[in-house]
């Protein structure tokens, strides 16, 4: 049978649009080899050097670039080619257009959230299930299909104030079809230890299985694991829980209806949930479409509306989807029916996505295509996986997805990008600042295949191990996941520009440098947490690279020669062992964020718990620094006047400051009108910082502002600072208390004292501290009285007081913080715990907080009371 004419017009012009493509690729790469052989820019402090060097460089790029003319000649007769047909495809696109007019729908909403109807009782169940006086371990277990809300579910339940105080400690494992055992129990230990805010179990040589039973022995935990697809993946991981007999609870949510019935205790604890029916699914969808008429649906709109619920068949993730989209256009039935001929006009017949695939679709297609290609980039990243924000950006501008403007950086046109992407509910924030700016972001498990789906139509990203590339594919992004060790030996990887390997526990060298070899074009090497021991001598070389992160790998030394890579803007090697930089290091005159400090946290954060590095002279040459953290700088007097040419920062954190260094510092300062974080450190835990008066140009955009340090007095220019919203004291030992100048900040959201005040009291003044959300008040020796006076801190939610022995009375005033979610004690005196526990003599001026938490440090193991009250709230 012939096909459709209509389906052959359309094959046609699927070939032709991969062939215009190709061709813009191929353009890209004439452009960017042109970079390549033409003269960089460096620094040469002499004349005759810099002569040399082009000499030098003509000898060697001439033949390439003479070669360049011959590829610029096949383009062109590629794009005669195109042009060949244009008349036909021309008359096809009218035609199809004809039929197919209509705008397409704003973006679509895609949380699943607490708006989720018909399963009022279904969770009414669940969370008796979970409180109940049972003292065994029992298993719960939420399976539905795709799309159904497993997930929000659970989430709905388990992450209440009144469930989570009745635990010890929680996590929750996004377990999902590329299950790692290691990885799964190193991440399950992690969040439960965090959970309690303590530190990950120290090295003693016994596996992580080991250390998971033994922590959870005797402990009252609550674990999810989000989509498990096998029972062989249950197998494996039911038996690190122990079961202690102290009403711990596993929950389990899964596709698999016979996942489900192995993984459940009993069958009563099995919560299916089936697709909406007819009435609750119109009911979630007119909520979500007509939210200015309380849910009611216009009459001239109901035939449509109902076709298009009908087409969700039922799943809540495609009903909400749809129905905010709808939300954003017109409300007329003509452009309510071309909404409808539109789903599912991208999508193929038969995908198990294809429900999910054509609610996401409109929204994809009414993004810009910067918008579309930073959307595509969470492609890169695994399942489940959450990518910090300054990172995402940082890798948006390297690709030249965001561009400065008149009036923004790159990186403010990228955060206004990823804003956008979060607003339409494409983007989900996975955890957020204490701002309320989002910390971590990832996209949905559902999104993400339907965004793999349009990666390979578009050639966008290649994923190994899952991906199938043919031998002539052009590959652009190359993303490692997981167990892929290997890449193909048949594939060509000089037109890659982005390589990321992602959770990889292993690598094999000669196949990775195999691959590095044949790199020329490319523009981001992100080998975050990647098995690297040593910066690969091949990098150097990569000319065009923009973007270069070893963060969180072994490296401990960077070469020389990085003063070759002159186009690059992001050098990240935080949590590495680099302590010091070559001088080349100030030849980058495009660096713009230089990222290379490791934290030590053992027990408490010491004075000594971070480490700068050591910058060499010339700092001062690399004028586009955006954030420079942590700099060391010892003895260093004149790198700290090198500081004033440095005039965009944003960021600046210093480490090693001594007596002599404070005049020097703040007339650099006094330079920086952008900057938005400060972080000083003295030398020594009883060096004095010198910050002196700025009486000229106080740093008023100041956010964030951390002293780590003697100081003889409060610097009275921080009251200035009316933009600060965090403040961290810390070794102060000033001899006044601070709090009456700290509440001229009337924009603070965080406070954190340590050791900042040798007195006996401190004073929280009426009405002061407005809007401050969190608090920590940690190691004063003398202290014995905290005071908080009625209206002060109204809106705080977090209270952490730590290792102050002398503080034996809960601070007066305590049950006026009407909004306090949790309250967790460190290392406190026993008579302060006692009269905090249940029927203590202080309850009742707790007994508003829903979690509170105590821990006591006894030879370097953390014990855990939980003083919360055991109701569900």
Same mark, same amino acid.
């Given at each position: ?8 017009? @359309? ?47 003509? +000898? ?63 969770? =009414? ?28 579910? %659970? ?101 698999? @209806? ?53 087409? #969700? ?28 001929? @539109? ?29 579309? #290609? ?30 400065? !403007? ?36 990832? %996209? ?77 074009? %490319? ?55 680099? !302590? ?15 990222? +290379? ?151 603070? %959201? ?30 004063? +020796? ?10 002060? =801190? ?9 290792? #102050? ?50 821990? !006591?440090?006894?030879?370097? @193991? ?12």
């Amino acid at each position: 049978m012939e096909d459709h004419p209509d389906l052959k017009t @359309s094959r046609r012009l699927e070939d032709q649009v991969y062939k215009v493509r190709d061709i813009a690729y191929d353009i890209e790469d004439v452009l960017e080899e042109f970079m390549l052989h033409s003269p960089p820019y460096l620094f040469h402090n002499h004349g005759i050097s810099r002569t040399v060097h082009n000499i030098l460089h003509q +000898a060697y790029h001439g033949f390439p670039l003479n070669a360049i003319s011959e590829k610029i000649s096949r383009i062109k007769r590629s794009i005669d080619d195109v042009r060949s047909q244009q008349r036909f495809f021309a008359s096809a696109g009218s035609s199809s257009n004809s039929r197919n007019r209509g705008p397409h729908p704003p973006a679509s909403p895609l949380l699943l959230d607490d708006e989720m109807v018909g399963y009022d009782n279904e969770k =009414m169940i669940f969370a008796r299930q979970l409180v109940d006086g049972e003292k065994r371990l029992l298993t719960l277990a939420v399976v539905g299909p795709g799309g159904s809300g497993k997930t929000a579910f %659970v989430k709905n339940v388990f992450w209440k104030r009144g469930i989570m105080g009745r635990f010890d400690c929680h996590a929750w494992v996004q377990v999902s079809q590329n299950f790692q055992k290691e990885e799964a129990f190193v991440n399950m230990l992690r969040q439960l230890c965090g959970s309690r805010k303590e530190p990950y179990p120290i090295d003693d040589g016994t596996n992580t299985e080991a250390k998971l039973r033994k922590y959870l022995t005797g402990k009252r935990f609550i674990v999810v694991l989000d989509d498990i697809w096998r029972k062989e993946v249950w197998d494996v991981i039911k038996y690190v829980l122990p079961d202690s007999f102290c009403g711990s609870r596993i929950i389990v949510t899964t596709r698999s @209806s016979d996942v489900a019935s192995v993984c459940a205790s009993s069958s009563p604890l099995v919560h299916e949930l089936k697709e909406l029916e007819w009435l609750q699914g119109w009911t979630l969808f007119c909520r979500k479409a007509f939210p200015e008429r309380n849910g009611e649906c216009p009459s001239e709109l109901k035939d449509c509306s109902k076709r298009i619920v009908t087409r #969700c068949e039922g799943l809540p993730l495609a009903i909400v989807t749809v129905g905010g989209a709808l939300s954003q256009i017109p409300r007329l039935p003509n452009e309510w029916k071309s909404f409808h001929d @539109s789903i599912g006009c991208e999508t193929r017949d038969g995908s198990s996505l294809s429900v999910i695939s054509n609610a996401l679709l409109p929204g994809y297609m009414d993004l810009s295509s910067n918008l579309k #290609c930073c959307f595509l980039y969470f492609s890169v990243f695994p399942e489940d996986y959450s990518v910090e924000r300054g990172r995402l950006i940082r890798l948006w501008v390297a690709e030249q997805f965001a561009v400065r !403007t008149d009036s923004k950086t790159a990186e403010e046109v990228a955060e206004g990008y990823l804003k956008e992407l979060i607003q339409r509910n494409l983007v989900h924030v996975s955890n957020r600042d204490f701002d309320g700016k989002p910390r971590n972001c990832r %996209v949905l498990n559902p999104v993400l295949n339907f965004i793999i789906h349009k990666c390979k139509d578009e050639n966008f990203a290649s994923i190994f191990p899952r991906e199938s590339t043919s031998r002539n594919q052009k590959i652009r992004r190359l993303s490692v996941h997981d167990s892929c060790t290997h890449l193909p030996r048949d594939i060509g990887f000089s037109g890659v520009r982005s390589m990321f390997l992602l959770r990889l526990l292993e690598i094999s060298t000669p196949n990775f440098e195999k691959v590095l070899r044949e790199l020329k074009l %490319v523009r981001v090497l992100d080998f975050q947490g990647a098995p690297i021991q040593e910066v690969p001598k091949d990098i150097t070389r990569l000319t065009l690279l923009k973007h270069l992160s070893f963060r969180g790998t072994k490296i401990n030394t960077i070469p020389s020669s990085i003063e070759k890579l002159s186009y690059l803007e992001t050098l990240d090697l935080k949590q590495t062992d680099v !302590t010091e930089l070559p001088k080349e290091i100030s030849h980058l005159h495009n660096l713009r964020h230089l990222f +290379a400090y490791k934290y030590n946290v053992d027990d408490y954060v010491a004075f000594d718990s971070v480490q700068g590095v050591k910058m060499p002279h010339g700092i001062g040459n690399l004028t586009n620094l955006q954030n420079l953290s942590l700099m060391k700088v010892g003895k260093k007097v004149r790198i700290l006047e090198e500081l004033k040419s440095l005039t965009k920062l944003r960021k600046l954190g210093l480490t090693g400051l001594r007596r002599g260094h404070g005049k020097e510092l703040f007339t650099s300062i006094e330079h920086m009108p952008e900057l938005r974080t400060l972080d000083l450190c003295s030398n020594t835990k009883e060096e004095f910082l010198e910050l002196g008066e700025m009486r000229r140009r106080p740093p008023l955009s100041l956010e964030r502002l951390y002293l780590k340090g003697r100081l003889k007095q409060f610097p009275s220019w921080i009251s200035s600072l009316h933009n600060l919203l965090r403040i961290g004291l810390k070794w102060s030992k000033m001899q006044r208390s601070p709090l009456r100048d700290l509440q001229e900040l009337k924009n603070l %959201v965080e406070l954190q004292l340590v050791d900042c005040y040798i007195g006996g009291e401190l004073i929280f003044e009426a009405s002061s501290f407005k809007k401050l959300k969190v608090l920590l008040i940690e190691d004063f +020796a003398e202290l014995h009285t905290i005071v908080v006076q009625n209206g002060a =801190m109204p809106d705080v939610k977090q209270i952490s007081l730590r290792r #102050c022995p002398r503080v034996t009375i809960v601070p007066l005033g305590m049950e006026n913080l009407a909004k306090v979610e949790e309250l967790t004690l460190y290392d406190m005196a026993q008579g302060f715990t006692a009269r905090v526990r249940k029927n203590g003599i202080d309850r009742a001026m707790v007994t508003h907080i829903p979690v509170i938490h105590s821990f !006591t440090l006894r030879n370097r @193991s953390w014990s855990f009371e939980n003083l919360s009250d055991s109701f569900l709230r």
